[in-house]
């Protein structure tokens, strides 16, 4: 125990790398696309459990209101100052936890966290009915992260506030896949009005993961498919046999989305515009990796002008010398979580400032 | 893992039925009571340990005010800004827990919780009297549970700023049974001038519990001595052989309250005008379940006009045909806790708004 | 169960001794020392992990904008609304977490909380990197503890913002040290000004603790160093063999301190100025208590005049019957640190008031 001190310690911080890997980008998916909060008012006082609720009009003034929220910061009022978010995480969660409750204060808003689920009446055997009957009392707005992806159906139908699904067992996670949303909406503005893009501009997406397993993989497969005429294809990188639910790819294909599966990344990723990786799967109280025989690095055979996303937390499946690269968009995609979310949130309380 | 989109999830939720099971019922209360600060003015800088510490007069205006701040929320100024709530729940809870904190954030306080004994220096074995010294200077009010119901009384001897007890161990809880006060007072605004009740109005009470055992209904016992000129009866129902702890009875009764045990509910229904069923008991780190005999269900032989109250959380007891009858005043009774706990605040910090 | 009430209850809780014990005295201070912010704004946007970093001009200036706040509550404006704090305590902690975000939150600020280690990325292997790229994006400021005293030299490789050590291992703990000095300045304010302390008034400082085991006592020492012309001497008692790391002795020495190890603890008290006591080593997930062999209390022959710190919380080596005497200055040290805290939070984030 004799840490010496750090030179480095005696300077600021280093500011963030603004005008690098997406951070500037929200000015033009501002000026792109104008600014139209009919859609959203459809979503005033609404539960969001689903992808499929969302149109692509929403999504995208959604997307557009969170580009505002992130280039000027400073014009927010804290409109949602005296009303409660409930985070009630049942699941254990940091991430996603700190990402809606930030957005949450960011708006000027108070909250209360559950982070435990053995010190719930939930524990007591209390039925998900009851405990939404109370929460109607106690706050404005409720995100639920449960492993049992009937839990927030169940407390649906005692609740009259607004409930996100914060993730919920193996199904869904659409804020999640909203922020991956607006994170390719920043990087190509003209996806936005998908039927306007030029054949050959139409971008390749490569989803390395499940989507049957992976609930931020269904989510977001959902979301493409609302953009689906300025979609060339989705490939779908996996060794596991049946990659889809039953039905799941029937739906996405109905909606327009051209799918693919493929088992050599490096076969696809020269052709890829996006390159969207995950490993892990939540499956009840653990999780499965899938990651062992995909990983992305400086080394792999990226198209230039590409982008890298990633749900994070990550491990082995992406190498960390792609963090200086211009491929990283995965840190920026993080970073517009909160904003999507704050979006998200302001709509649906009614709260736009 | 196909969950069809319930369209149902398309509609904006519902607003909450106002105008039923007492939801509106606080306007009745408001032009029934004058408002009077000066009994709270008693109460200004006190802890709150028993309910053995408030009159009539008190109870009937924290009601009245509590009335107020659920008539009138937008009137409401934030009168806490600035000021910080500990809540220190030693024993697990999310109910009484969310509640207080609610009732503190709508006044505009700022909010530190534990809620895990073993994060805390107790579990180190520092003393009480110490942990309180440390909490006079970080905060501006406690509120506390424990599994023992001699740690408040430890904690008041190092205190110097107002402590409310959440529930101590097998002993009170005074702001649970506050919260029934105010269900009562609304359904019965009457009985804010028990004096003058006329003895055909007296209320008949029914108590399905162990007041010996239940710390919510040894409070809400010692409550409705103060009211006892308007109430006919209490009657116990139960199937223990000593339901009260020694001198429990004889200390009520020299208070006024007309006290009976009985054991069978469908008997004694017929004739109640107010049922307060309750099935668990809290003893240390566990509790038990007094519950399997005693059930309340819409096919009980419950008297037209009657109201049902329970401190929630429920379990077999009570069943959930009665929850869209009039007799369901329990869901009423939680959300009043809220603004109950309010006046309650207010009043301790003298922050009346 | 049978609690009556003790009549006591219904008197109104004792305000604070202001006059006692040091409360009054920041007052002093702030006559002895002419404000100057200067040297603080070198602090602006700076990690703070050693107390090596801090130069004595900006301790007694965070100092003095300590007893600023201690003296002048109500002039503070919440200059930190609509900033968050980040409070992780992967090591379990109330006392310090309460005192940061006690001190946060009379700023103005809002605060995530995370207390439960397992509840993070961390858990499933996430690297501290990545975790702190997270943070960069959901909050303004970083409190981290962590039982792995490298923990946060791996967080900062990541960090944009500014994080403070809320005790890293057996390494470091500035901010508790923070608030000793604060409480020495409070007691002496002619300390400031060191070089100008005539002989006769040099303080003899007696240290009951291991200073290469306890990371208060370490971040202590390092502060003290800079404040050596005005000491007289350092005395370590201990029983232990090695009390200092390799090289820890030398540097105190090299910045000027006089010190010295003693074991007989009652022959050295009566020369002593200042007598700071601890009897608990942090050690990974544990601690070892090093205070069976030494204790205060009434009985112990301290010099009149002279002052008892402590960090808190205590065990048997600091007796209650010193509470009530005028060498208990621990109390006053407990309720100093939330302000000397906000003065350094203010002054990394540029927002003085």
Redesign the interface.
């Known amino acids: ?6 030179p480095q ?8 790398p603004l005008d690098t890997q997406g951070f500037e980008r929200p000015r033009d998916l501002m000026q792109e696309v104008p600014e139209d909060l009919v859609p959203l008012l ?1 979503l ?4 969001v ?2 992808a ?2 969302f149109s692509r009009e929403q999504l995208v003034q959604l997307c557009r209101l969170a580009a505002r929220y992130e280039t000027q910061p400073h014009l927010i009022s ?1 409109p949602l100052t ?1 009303k ?1 978010l ?1 985070s009630a ?1 049942y699941e ?4 996603t936890r ?2 809606f ?2 957005a949450w ?2 708006l ?1 808003g ?7 689920p ?4 939930i ?4 039925s998900l ?2 405990v939404a ?7 404005d707005l409720v995100v639920l992260r449960d492993t049992d ?1 009937r839990a927030i ?1 169940e407390m ?1 139908e005692g ?4 409930i996100v699904n914060g993730g919920n ?4 996670h659409p804020t999640k896949a909203m922020a991956d949303v607006y994170t390719m909406l920043k990087w190509r503005p003209a996806l936005a009005a998908p039927g306007s893009v030029a054949e050959a501009d139409k971008v390749r997406i490569c989803i390395i993961g499940v989507p ?1 397993r992976m609930r931020t993989v ?1 989510s977001l497969l959902l979301f493409l498919s609302r953009f689906a005429p300025g979609i060339a294809e989705v490939v779908i990188v996996t060794d596991v046999d049946q990659p889809f ?4 790819r029937e739906e996405l294909e109905e909606a327009g989305l051209v799918l693919r599966v493929a088992d050599d990344l490096d076969r696809e990723l020269p052709q890829m515009d996006v390159v969207y990786i995950n490993a ?1 799967a939540w499956v009840g109280d653990s ?1 499965e990796n899938h990651g062992a025989r995909y990983r992305l690095s400086a080394a792999s055979p990226l198209k230039p002008g590409a982008i890298v996303m990633h749900p ?4 082995d499946e992406l190498d ?1 010398d792609l963090d200086g690269t211009p491929f990283n968009w995965y ?1 920026a995609q ?2 517009g ?2 904003f999507v979310r704050m979006a998200l949130l302001a709509a649906l309380l009614k709260s736009f400032n």
């Open positions: 125990m004799n840490n010496k001190l750090d310690l005696t300077q600021p911080v280093a500011e963030p459809e005033v006082h609404r539960p459990v689903s499929r609720q804290r005296g409660i409930i995480f254990p969660s940091t991430r700190l990402s409750e930030s204060h960011r000027g108070d909250i209360m966290s559950i982070t435990d053995a010190t719930t009446g524990a007591k055997g209390e009915y009851d009957e109370m929460l109607n009392h106690y706050g992806d159906y649906l609740l009259r506030i607004p067992g193996v199904d869904e049957g269904r639910d039953p039905g799941q892990i999780f994070l937390a990550r491990g960390r840190f993080a970073r979580a909160v």
